[in-house]
């Protein structure tokens, strides 16, 4: 037992009428984070220790909270919507979408200095999305943002928990390591 909590996020697709691509899940991610950080104490946790963790496209909304945190993308509801809904931590799994045209950065994706610390898992044959990572990481560098990546030789896309043979597999292990060098548990 690591003495972590996991909260499901269950978001609205990112494609709606009416709406700008990444408006929807924006919403729903930000609103999250400041509603469980403000309910922190009933539910027993630190508030200055809640992340985001997202696979794939999950993993692009969490990269779209890192780095979309300084206003709201809807109007106030509660005492929630006032308080930071800044991760604390980013972990990102095989994420999905991260990158432009032109070998960039998506121009959505607006990493800076005060970008939390992020870690990536991702596999070399992961045909679609494996410059997801490394145009962020290299993003995340070059804004001076605490960052690892674990880059596997094979794994694909979607693996998970599930025990697929690979070294991938171990990505829990790398994430618990990463977990105590920044200090969300020890």
């Known amino acids: 037992n690591l003495g972590v909590t996991a909260v499901l996020l269950k978001y609205r697709v990112p494609r709606r009428e009416g709406r700008a691509k990444h408006e929807?899940?924006?919403?729903?991610?930000?609103?999250?984070?400041?509603?469980?950080?403000?309910?922190?104490?009933?539910?027993?946790?630190?508030?200055?220790?809640?992340?985001?963790?997202?696979?794939?496209?999950?993993?692009?909304?969490?990269?779209?909270?890192?780095?979309?945190?300084?206003?709201?993308?809807?109007?106030?509801?509660?005492?929630?919507?006032?308080?930071?809904?800044?991760?604390?931590?980013?972990?990102?799994?095989?994420?999905?979408?991260?990158?432009g045209e032109n070998f960039q950065l998506a121009p959505e994706v607006k990493v800076s200095s005060a970008t939390p610390p992020t870690m990536m898992i991702q596999a070399e044959d992961d045909k679609s999305y494996i410059n997801s990572s490394l145009f962020y990481y290299y993003a995340l560098k070059e804004a001076g943002v605490p960052a690892w990546m674990h880059l596997y030789s094979k794994g694909g896309h979607g693996y998970g928990l599930r025990d697929t043979g690979a070294a991938v597999n171990e990505w829990p292990d790398r994430a618990e390591d990463w977990f105590r060098e920044i200090g969300v548990i020890e």
Do not use: W
Not at 64 to 69: D, G, L, Q
Not at 88 to 98: E, G, I, R, S, T
């Open 24 to 99: 929807a899940p924006l919403q729903d991610v930000q609103r999250a984070i400041g509603y469980v950080r403000a309910h922190a104490e009933e539910m027993n946790l630190d508030p200055q220790r809640i992340g985001v963790m997202g696979f794939s496209a999950g993993a692009h909304l969490s990269a779209m909270a890192s780095n979309n945190f300084d206003k709201r993308t809807y109007p106030t509801v509660d005492a929630a919507d006032k308080i930071s809904c800044r991760p604390d931590f980013c972990l990102l799994v095989y994420p999905a979408y991260l990158d």
